[in-house]
């Protein structure tokens, strides 16, 4: 199983809706195809503030990941976020979220990041397994916040 990295640009729309609604649905959060569409457009445009990749083949993907960027202060330069990554069920468990997360992090770090975040239900023991093989850890003392605007 190939967990290549591709960057998906406006033509893999068709082939990423499918996959982003069915971790919309895993996941219970509340969007529409008409919001998936516009959050995805500007990434896959090539906006500054994120990007979408394929995970695997790019003409059948496996899943995807979008990574978003930002600025802080305190780790000295460029941040980033997974904001999301899902990979099809039939195929997790055979290490494509290691391997797909440790190419990601090597890309964002050769190219001057220097921080990466993400977001984990801390119910979710096998995501938590995953993102600690990975390296990532709780941030003690901070708790991700919202306030919808």
């Given at each position: 199983m190939s967990a290549a990295l591709h960057l998906a640009k406006p033509?893999?729309?068709?082939?990423?809706?499918?996959?982003?609604?069915?971790?919309?649905?895993?996941?219970?959060?509340?969007?529409?195809?008409?919001?998936?569409?516009?959050?995805?457009?500007?990434?896959?445009?090539g906006s500054p503030h994120g990007a979408v990749y394929l995970i695997g083949?790019?003409?059948?993907?496996?899943?995807?990941?979008?990574?978003t960027f930002d600025w802080s202060v305190e780790f000295?330069?460029?941040?980033?976020?997974?904001?999301?990554?899902?990979?099809?069920?039939?195929?997790?468990?055979?290490?494509?979220g290691?391997?797909?997360?440790?190419s990601l992090v090597a890309m964002l770090?050769?190219?001057?990041?220097?921080a990466l975040h993400l977001e984990v239900d801390p119910e979710n023991a096998r995501a938590l397994r995953l993102y600690g093989r990975c390296h990532f850890k709780p941030r003690s003392g901070y708790q991700m916040m919202l306030r919808l605007l």
């Open positions: 033509d893999d729309l068709e082939r990423l809706m499918p996959l982003v609604a069915a971790f919309h649905a895993e996941e219970a959060l509340q969007s529409t195809e008409d919001s998936r569409h516009a959050a995805l457009t500007p990434l896959l445009d083949p790019q003409r059948a993907p496996i899943g995807y990941l979008v990574v000295g330069g460029l941040d980033g976020f997974i904001d999301e990554i899902f990979i099809r069920s039939g195929v997790r468990g055979r290490g494509v290691s391997e797909v997360i440790t770090k050769s190219v001057g990041m220097k």
